[in-house]
C-alpha cells in the first residue's frame, strides 16, 4: 500500500517551511517559527483540515548547546536518525544546482492527535548516493553554513518541494509559505503556469503572475527588513542557471537583489504578519500591499501541563478540540488551580535540579525566561541594575531560570548568554539562578508550565508575536512583558498580568526602571501577601489568554480567509 494514500485524494493546501518542530528527538527546528509550523499541523489534525508539509530532513540539526564554565555556549552538532522516526517514500525529484542535477528524497513522518486524523510531513533529503558529495550535505544543518549554503538548501525546499508534491500525486491548490525561506516555490509555479507560445496573445507576459497569486498564501514573521534572506543575483544566477530569466526574477523579487520578502509579497495573493501590531510594522516597512494580521496561537493539548490537563479534561471535557471552552476557567476552585500549578513547579524544580545541580525553592517567587538568545531580546534587562535587583530580593524572595539558544553566528546573543551566566554565578549567594542548557521543545513545556512568572523584555516593534507567554497562561503562569506582538493585543494589566511600560521610544534605562518598579511595587507585594488575588489573576489568563491565543483559532482563520478565498 502506498503510505501517502489516505492523504492523496483530499489534499488540496502544501505549507512550507524551512523548519518544524513535530517532537523533541527530531531536530528539525530552531526556535518560534519551527513551533509555530508544528503546532499549525497539530491543529489541522485536530480540525481534520487536509494540509500537506513541506520542510527539510536538517539530519545535523540545528544546534546543541552546551555551556563552558566561562559560561559560553559551545556550538554542537545536533544529529538525528530520519528512521526512527519515519519512512522512506519511494519517489525522486531533481532540480539544478550550479548546473548539477541534485536529487530529493522525501521522508514521511505522520503526525497524529488524539482528536483527529493524522496529517503528513514531508522532509527533503538529498543525502543520497546519486548525488554529488557537496550536495549530499546540503539538506544538513538547519540555518547552518553561508550564503550560498542557504540559497541552495532554499532551492531544494522550494522549487524541490513543488515538484516533488506533483510527482508524488498531490493535486495542490493552495501552497503556504511560511517566512520568506520558501519564496523560490512561486518561481517554480512560474515555471509550470507560464503561457507556450500557442497560447501567447500579443503583449502578453510569458509568466502569469496572476495566476500564481492565485495559489500562495504568504505569512511574514520577521518586522526588521535587515531580517530577511537577500541574495546577490550573481549568485543567484550561478546557482539556478538558467531556470527562468534573471530579468523576469528582478521584476518580482527586487531590482538590485533577490529579496525573499519581496518576492513573496509580490507573487502572493493573501498576505499577513502574525499580529496586529506586527502587521501595522510591516505595512509601513512595505507600503503598497494588502497586509492582514493573524495573530499565532499555540496548540493548547502540546502545551498544557499534565496536572492542568486532567483539570481542563474533568471540567471541560472537549477543551483539546475547542480551547474556547477555557474561557469558563475562571470558575475553577482556587485551591484546585493553585495545587495544580504546584505540580507544575515541582516538575520544573526536579529538573534545574537535575541539569543543573541547583536547588529552587517550592514557595518563592520564580521568573522564567527562555528565548532565542539575541540582542533585541534583552535576556540581561533584568541585571540592568544589579544592585537594585538585590534589593529587592532581600525585600521578597525571588529566583530565576533561564534558557536560550544563540545562533552560532550570532556573537552578540553569544556575548548576552556569557554574560546572563556569569551574573548567575556571580548573584549565586544572594539569588538562586540557573540557566538550563539546550533550550528545546521538552525544556520549554517545562519551563512554560513550571515557572510564576514569564518575562518577557523586547525591544518595540521588533518581537513580531512571540507564543511562549501564550504556553505560560494556558498553565496559569503570569505574563510580565514589554508591551509588543502578540502582549500588545492580550495584556490587560493587572488582570491577565502585566505590561512593562517604560518610555514611547525604546529606552533600555526607562524599560529596566519599569521592570524594576512592576516586580518589586505589584508583582511581588501580589504574590506574597495577596495569594487570592494572585490565584484570581491565574484563572483569568487561563480564561482570557488560552481560550483565544490558540492555534485552533489561528489555522481556521487561515482556513476560512486564506485558503477558502
Ligand atoms: C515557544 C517556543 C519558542 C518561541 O518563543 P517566543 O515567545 O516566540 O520567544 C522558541 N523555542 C521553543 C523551544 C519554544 O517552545
Given at each position: 500500500m502506498n503510505p501517502l494514500d489516505p492523504y492523496l485524494g483530499k489534499t488540496r493546501i502544501a505549507y512550507f517551511t524551512m523548519e518544524i518542530a513535530l517532537r523533541p528527538e527530531i531536530h528539525t527546528y530552531s526556535g518560534g517559527l519551527g513551533v509555530l509550523a508544528g503546532d499549525t499541523a497539530r491543529s489541522c489534525a485536530d480540525l481534520a483540515l487536509s494540509v500537506v508539509f513541506v520542510s527539510l530532513v536538517s539530519r545535523a540539526g540545528y544546534l546543541r548547546q552546551e555551556i563552558d564554565r566561562h559560561g559560553r555556549q559551545m556550538d554542537l552538532p545536533d544529529p538525528w536518525e530520519p528512521l526512527e522516526w519515519t519512512q522512506p517514500l519511494d519517489a525522486m525529484v531533481a532540480v539544478s544546482i550550479e548546473g548539477r542535477t541534485v536529487w530529493i528524497r522525501p521522508w514521511l513522518y505522520s503526525l497524529s492527535c488524539p482528536l483527529g486524523p493524522s496529517v503528513p510531513v514531508l522532509l527533503l533529503d538529498t543525502d543520497l548516493d546519486q548525488n554529488d558529495p557537496r550536495d549530499r550535505q546540503l539538506t544538513d544543518r538547519l540555518y547552518g553554513g553561508d550564503d550560498v549554503y542557504r540559497l541552495k538548501q532554499e532551492v531544494v525546499l522550494g522549487i524541490g518541494g513543488v515538484r516533488l508534491l506533483k510527482a508524488l500525486g498531490f493535486d495542490i491548490t493552495t501552497f503556504h509559505l511560511n517566512e520568506g525561506h520558501a519564496a523560490l516555490l512561486t518561481l517554480e509555479l512560474l515555471h509550470q503556469c507560464r503561457r507556450s507560445p500557442e497560447?501567447?496573445?500579443?503583449?502578453?507576459?510569458?509568466?502569469?503572475?496572476?495566476?500564481?497569486?492565485?495559489?500562495?498564501?504568504?505569512?511574514?514573521?520577521?518586522?526588521?527588513?535587515?531580517?530577511h534572506d537577500q541574495f546577490p543575483y550573481d549568485l543567484v544566477s550561478r546557482v539556478l542557471g538558467d531556470f527562468i530569466e534573471l530579468d523576469e526574477i528582478r521584476v518580482a523579487g527586487g531590482p538590485e537583489q533577490l529579496n525573499m520578502t519581496q518576492l513573496a509579497l509580490n507573487l502572493s495573493g493573501y498576505i499577513n504578519g502574525?499580529?496586529?501590531?506586527?502587521?501595522?510594522?510591516?505595512?509601513?516597512?512595505y507600503p503598497g500591499y494588502d497586509i492582514?494580521?493573524?495573530?499565532?496561537?499555540?496548540?493548547?493539548?502540546?502545551?498544557?501541563?499534565?496536572?492542568?490537563?486532567?483539570?481542563?479534561?474533568?471540567?471541560?471535557?472537549?477543551?483539546?478540540?475547542?480551547?474556547?471552552?477555557?474561557?469558563?476557567?475562571?470558575?475553577?476552585?482556587?485551591?484546585?488551580?493553585?495545587?495544580?500549578?504546584?505540580?507544575?513547579?515541582?516538575?520544573?524544580?526536579?529538573?534545574?535540579?537535575?541539569d543543573c545541580g541547583v536547588a529552587l525553592q517550592p514557595d518563592v517567587l520564580t521568573i522564567g525566561f527562555a528565548r532565542r538568545m539575541t540582542g533585541y531580546k534583552r535576556?540581561?534587562?533584568?541585571?540592568?541594575?544589579?544592585?537594585?535587583?538585590?534589593?529587592?530580593?532581600?525585600?521578597?524572595?525571588?529566583?530565576?531560570?533561564?534558557?536560550?539558544?544563540?545562533?552560532p553566528k550570532?556573537?552578540?546573543?553569544?556575548?548576552?548568554?556569557?554574560?546572563?551566566?556569569?551574573?548567575?554565578?556571580?548573584?549565586?549567594?544572594?539569588?538562586?539562578?540557573?540557566?538550563?542548557?539546550?533550550y528545546d521543545l521538552s525544556i520549554a513545556a517545562t519551563l512554560v508550565a513550571g515557572s510564576d512568572i514569564w518575562l518577557n523584555t523586547p525591544l518595540p516593534p521588533?518581537?513580531?508575536?512571540?507564543?511562549?507567554?501564550?504556553k505560560a497562561a494556558l498553565n496559569g503562569v503570569l505574563n510580565l512583558s514589554v508591551r509588543d506582538g502578540w502582549w500588545a493585543e492580550a495584556c490587560i494589566e493587572g488582570v491577565t498580568g502585566w505590561a512593562i511600560d517604560g518610555t514611547a521610544?525604546?529606552?533600555?534605562?526607562?524599560?529596566?526602571?519599569?521592570?524594576?518598579?512592576k516586580l518589586s511595587e505589584q508583582v511581588l507585594p501580589l504574590f506574597y501577601n495577596d495569594r487570592d488575588h494572585w490565584i484570581w489573576m491565574m484563572k483569568q489568563a487561563i480564561s482570557k489568554i488560552g481560550s483565544y491565543f490558540n492555534s485552533q483559532r489561528m489555522v481556521r482563520r487561515y482556513a476560512t480567509e486564506a485558503y477558502l478565498r
Open positions: 497560447r501567447l496573445r500579443s503583449g502578453e507576459p510569458v509568466y502569469d503572475h496572476a495566476e500564481v497569486r492565485e495559489r500562495c498564501v504568504f505569512t511574514t514573521h520577521t518586522p526588521v527588513a535587515a531580517g502574525v499580529a496586529k501590531r506586527h502587521a501595522e510594522t510591516t505595512r509601513r516597512a492582514r494580521a493573524v495573530t499565532n496561537g499555540v496548540h493548547v493539548p502540546t502545551w498544557t501541563h499534565p496536572s492542568f490537563a486532567r483539570v481542563y479534561e474533568a471540567h471541560f471535557p472537549h477543551w483539546g478540540h475547542e480551547p474556547e471552552a477555557l474561557v469558563k476557567a475562571d470558575q475553577l476552585p482556587d485551591d484546585l488551580v493553585w495545587d495544580t500549578h504546584q505540580k507544575a513547579k515541582a516538575d520544573l524544580i526536579t529538573r534545574v535540579k537535575a535576556p540581561d534587562l533584568l541585571f540592568a541594575d544589579v544592585e537594585r535587583l538585590l534589593a529587592m530580593a532581600e525585600k521578597y524572595p525571588l529566583q530565576v531560570v533561564f534558557a536560550g539558544k544563540a545562533h550570532d556573537d552578540d546573543g553569544k556575548r548576552l548568554i556569557e554574560r546572563v551566566n556569569n551574573h548567575i554565578s556571580d548573584l549565586s549567594d544572594r539569588v538562586t539562578m540557573a540557566f538550563l542548557p539546550n521588533l518581537e513580531a508575536s512571540g507564543t511562549s507567554g501564550m521610544e525604546a529606552n533600555a534605562d526607562a524599560d529596566a526602571d519599569a521592570l524594576y518598579g
